[in-house]
């Protein structure tokens, strides 16, 4: 199965713990990271493990992040070993913390069963397509809303985890926000609209299973086996992202050692049992693969200890 992310040189730890988090839950995974702004060294480190996505010919250098993600489509043509299979995107703030392998194949071949190309959750934030318009900044897509009769009642979907089993949907949503003017969530919203385009099936999924983020933060709870809850439901994922930073602050320092200094960006989860999972996390794949770093020149000249 092929899980893909993509990060620019800030978040670089973020998909290091992304990896990690994965691996303990599915380790035979084909895991990519596309380039959305990575220095050269991070580059060659995620090259190094067979896991870059180089920008293509097609995506600006220095395009938002937020776009890149639009043109992913773009960044599939580079691998093309991986082409014509379903696909699952997870946003580099997540992590995993479930048995995901099993309930992904199940998810894929209900799918593809019931003609569903996507597949995502619910925003935290918003009740609807109406919600959302109502609540942001967001008139161009209100316009797109309007002129392809998309029901304003649907759910508005949140991005940040997906499956896809058909990459001609990814070319639509590029398609899509290539022509939208520039606006908030810009990448989501065409999302929305390839997804609810009249006559597509989306699968609409549980956001306490497959992507816990916003306010659903708060319900988070540890079994006594260490399963993580929300609500009464087995978590999967988790999602380091809400409004004005309610549930998550971005934090910035470094990971010191014998090779000097390894600039750390992560979006911190505010519950400190969260927070320490992530710290776990990145710590863990730092330890596994130092040398690799440390060969690629992500560490910089430090005090060292």
């Not at 190094?48 to 489509?73: D, N, S």
């Not at 913390?97 to 209900?110: D, F, H, K, N």
């Not at 290539?178 to 999924?205: E, S, T, Y």
Request: proline residues 6%.
């Amino acid at each position: 199965m092929r899980i893909i992310t993509g990060a620019d040189a800030r978040y670089f730890a973020m998909a290091c713990l992304l990896a990690r988090s994965l691996g303990q839950w599915m380790p035979e995974a084909v895991f990519r990271v596309c380039d959305f702004g990575l220095t050269p060294a991070q580059r060659r480190f995620l090259d190094g493990l067979g896991w870059l996505l180089p920008r293509p010919a097609g995506v600006p250098e220095g395009i938002h992040p937020y776009l890149a993600k639009a043109a992913l489509v773009e960044y599939l043509v580079e691998d093309q070993r991986e082409a014509g299979k379903p696909l699952v995107w997870i946003d580099t703030d997540m992590l995993a913390t479930g048995p995901l392998e099993v309930r992904l194949r199940t998810l894929i071949a209900a799918m593809v069963e019931q003609g569903a190309v996507l597949a995502a959750c619910p925003d935290a934030e918003v009740a609807d397509i109406a919600g959302c318009i109502a609540r942001w900044d967001v008139a161009p897509f209100a316009e797109a809303v309007l002129t392809m009769a998309i029901a304003p009642h649907r759910p508005y979907l949140n991005s940040g985890f997906f499956v896809c089993t058909d990459a001609a949907a990814l070319a639509e949503v590029w398609d899509r926000c290539k022509r939208l003017d520039q606006h908030r969530m810009i990448d989501q919203n065409a999302f929305n609209l390839v997804a609810w385009a009249p006559g597509r099936r989306c699968a609409v999924l549980d956001p306490l299973v497959w992507n816990v983020h916003g306010r659903l933060l708060v319900r988070i709870t540890i079994a006594p086996d260490g399963a993580v809850l929300c609500g009464e439901r087995q978590a999967l994922l988790l999602h380091a992202t809400s409004i004005a930073g309610t549930h998550h602050e971005e934090q910035q320092g470094v990971l010191r050692g014998p090779a000097g200094e390894l600039a750390v960006t992560m979006k911190a989860f505010r519950n400190p049992v969260l927070a320490g999972l992530q710290r776990d996390l990145l710590a863990g794949f730092v330890a596994e693969h130092r040398t690799a770093l440390v060969a690629a020149g992500c560490y910089r000249s430090g005090s060292g200890g």
